[in-house]
C-alpha cells in the first residue's frame, strides 16, 4: 500500500465514494467523517462526528497523509433563505472546525485539500478563466465559495499543506449531474438549455480523484488549484455528445423560460444550469498533470460503457 491513512470528511456522499473507490487499494485505511453511522467496508471506515464540535474523531487526522473536506449542503435546491444559510454553515463550519483542530495537533494530516469550486470565476463567454488570471464573480453562489475559501485560510496550520481545489462539474455514472443530464436526454428533451453558449468546465470523477494522488505527490503545489478537464465544452455541445453516445436522435431544447418554470417545479436554480463556467486547470497542466480524459466525448463515451 502506498498511503497509510486517507481521511475523507462528508466523504459517504458522490465525490467522497469515488474518492474511497479509488484509494481503497492505495491507501491502509480510509476514514470517513458523516453525521451518520455506516458499516464499515473492508478498510473504510466511517467514523461520527457533528461537523461542529471536536471529540474523539480528532485521533483519526493524526499523521494521516490527506485529509479531503466534501463537506456541503447540496447545492442542487431552490436558494430560499433557509437553504441559503444551511449551504454557508454546512461549508464554513466544518471547515473552521478542521482548521482549528489542525492547528492545534502535534502531528496533523500532511495535506489538507478543501473542495471549493470553479463556478467562484465570473460568468465568461469571452475568455477562459485560470488560477493567475480568472476573475471572482459576484452573487450567491460566489459568495458562498469566498467565505468557503475564508473559512479554510482562517487558521495557520503551519505543518498542514493546504490546497483549496476548485473542482469542476464532477461527471460520473453513479450521481451529480450527469445521471440528471441522461435523464433529460432519454425523455427526448436532452437538447440545449437556454442559448447553449453557456461554458461547461467538467471533470471525469477518475481524473478528480487522481488530481487529488497527483497533489499528495507533489509537495510544490499549494493554494489555489483548479481541477477541470482542459478541455471546457458549450453546454449545446455537451448535450449533443450525450445524446449521439447514447443514441437518441431527438433533443428538444429547453429554453430560459421553460428552465425558470422547471427550476420551481423540481426544486432547483436555473443558474446552475444556465451560468457559465470556462475555467481552466492551469496549475495542474502546468506541473505536468495528464488527464485521462481531456474530451468530453472521451468522458461521456466512458461513462456511457
Ligand atoms: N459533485 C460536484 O460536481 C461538485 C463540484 C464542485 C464542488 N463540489 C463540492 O464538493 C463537495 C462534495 O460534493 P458531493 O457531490 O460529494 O456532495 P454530496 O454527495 O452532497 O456530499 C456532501 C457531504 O457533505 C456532508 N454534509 C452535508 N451537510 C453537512 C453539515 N452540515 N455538516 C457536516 N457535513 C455535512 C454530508 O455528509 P454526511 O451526511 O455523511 O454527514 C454529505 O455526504 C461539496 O461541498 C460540493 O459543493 C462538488
Known amino acids: 500500500m502506498k498511503y497509510k491513512k486517507i481521511v475523507l470528511a462528508g466523504g459517504n456522499g458522490y465525490l467522497g465514494t469515488v474518492l474511497a ?23 473504510v471506515r466511517t467514523v461520527t462526528w457533528d461537523g461542529k464540535t471536536a471529540g474523539k474523531w480528532t485521533a483519526e487526522l493524526v499523521n494521516a497523509d490527506m485529509l479531503v473536506n466534501l463537506c456541503g ?3 442542487n435546491c431552490r436558494y430560499t433563505e433557509k437553504n441559503k444559510s444551511e449551504i454557508f454553515a454546512s461549508r464554513l463550519l466544518p471547515t473552521e472546525l478542521l482548521g482549528q483542530v489542525i492547528h492545534d495537533l502535534y ?9 471549493s469550486s470553479a463556478t467562484i470565476y465570473r460568468h465568461a463567454e469571452d475568455g ?10 459576484t452573487g450567491f453562489s460566489v459568495d458562498v465559495c469566498n467565505a468557503w475559501e475564508a473559512a479554510f485560510y482562517k487558521y495557520e496550520t503551519p505543518k498542514t499543506r493546504k490546497v483549496a481545489l476548485r473542482m469542476g462539474i464532477v461527471l460520473g455514472r453513479s450521481d451529480s449531474v450527469f445521471p440528471r443530464l441522461l435523464n433529460l436526454v432519454k425523455l427526448g428533451i436532452g437538447g440545449m438549455q437556454g442559448n447553449g453558449e453557456q461554458y461547461v468546465s467538467w471533470v471525469h470523477e477518475h481524473d478528480a480523484a487522481r488530481s487529488t494522488e497527483w497533489l499528495m505527490e507533489h509537495p ?40 425558470e418554470i422547471g427550476s420551481v ?16 486547470p492551469k496549475r495542474l497542466l502546468d506541473s505536468g498533470f495528464k488527464f485521462e480524459f481531456e474530451t468530453a466525448e ?3 463515451n466512458d461513462i456511457l460503457r
Request: proline letters at 8%; a neutral charge.
Open 73 to 75: 449542503k447540496n447545492v
Open 298 to 300: 472521451a468522458a461521456v
Open 21 to 43: 473507490g479509488y484509494y481503497k487499494d492505495k491507501a491502509e485505511e480510509i476514514v470517513i467523517l458523516s453525521r451518520h453511522e455506516k458499516q464499515t467496508d473492508g478498510n
Open 220 to 259: 510544490g503545489l499549494n493554494g489555489i488549484v483548479n481541477c477541470t478537464a482542459p478541455i471546457p465544452v458549450k453546454n449545446a455541445e455537451l448535450m449533443h455528445i450525450i445524446r449521439k453516445t447514447y443514441g437518441m436522435p431527438l433533443g428538444l431544447p429547453a429554453p430560459k423560460w421553460l428552465l
Open 265 to 280: 417545479v423540481i426544486g432547483t436554480e436555473t443558474e446552475l444550469i444556465l451560468k457559465s463556467r470556462w475555467v481552466l
Open 107 to 115: 502531528e496533523p494530516p500532511k495535506l489538507w485539500i478543501n473542495l
Open 128 to 137: 477562459p478563466q485560470d488560477e493567475a488570471t480568472g476573475e471572482i464573480g
